[in-house]
């Protein structure tokens, strides 16, 4: 048997306590068994979840793709967005910001995505989940402080006069042309994130984990 870890070779080491027979890879160690009746256990799960949910396949379609239970899924889009690094930012770039509305469970109850989107690289550097608010706003905003961004264009909401130095502010109109063409790709494959969707978010920390897995993961 070839090791699903590191492509070495396993030999037998005893039975699971479900009758399974057990292997060890004699390079890496680690034990496994050849085929796993319950998926949970399939040691390459992580990677199977962090491709459906940047395709923006639903929680419940992913669970049933899978064969795991809803519970399963929850746990392991914690887990896998936990062990996520978020990228180095480059210091004296060009960025976009801009907000995108949600909601939990509710369609009143109002839920904001703000980003921030190198404009050259069109990676996102920084984002946060919360109400549309300055504390909201300044999460994503230190970030590009920190990395003294040379230019940060915006829409003309109000809250980013006091947050932005003047002297790299920018609220030309086609400044934000770059990011707002992302708010769409982001819609697209995240149908919570639609404005028309019978999809939603169940908790911020779980929109948070999934947003974390689509731009990071």
Request: charged share 25%; with cysteine.
């Amino acid at each position: 048997m070839v090791c699903k870890y590191c492509g070495g070779n396993c030999v037998k080491d005893g039975h699971q306590a479900n009758g399974k027979q057990r292997y060890k890879c004699v390079h890496c160690r680690k034990k496994q068994q050849e085929l796993y009746t319950y998926n949970a256990y399939d040691p390459n799960l992580n990677e199977r979840i962090i491709v459906l949910t940047k395709e923006g396949v639903g929680i419940r379609s992913t669970a049933r793709i899978l064969h795991i239970s809803i519970g399963t899924l929850f746990r392991r889009i914690l887990t896998i967005a936990k062990s996520i690094v978020r990228p180095i930012v480059p210091k004296h770039r060009v960025y976009e910001v801009d907000e995108m509305k949600s909601f939990i469970r509710r369609k009143n109850n109002h839920i904001w995505v703000a980003y921030a989107l190198d404009r050259y690289s069109k990676q996102v550097v920084s984002f946060s989940v919360g109400t549309r608010t300055n504390s909201t706003l300044n999460i994503v905003l230190e970030t590009l402080r920190l990395s003294e961004a040379k230019r940060i264009y915006t829409d003309r909401l109000r809250n980013y006069r006091s947050l932005i130095d003047r002297r790299v502010h920018r609220t030309s109109l086609y400044g934000t042309n770059h990011i707002e063409r992302n708010n769409l790709t982001v819609r697209t494959h995240l149908k919570r994130l639609s404005r028309r969707t019978i999809c939603f978010s169940r908790s911020v920390v779980i929109l948070t984990a999934i947003l974390k897995i689509y731009f990071w993961g």
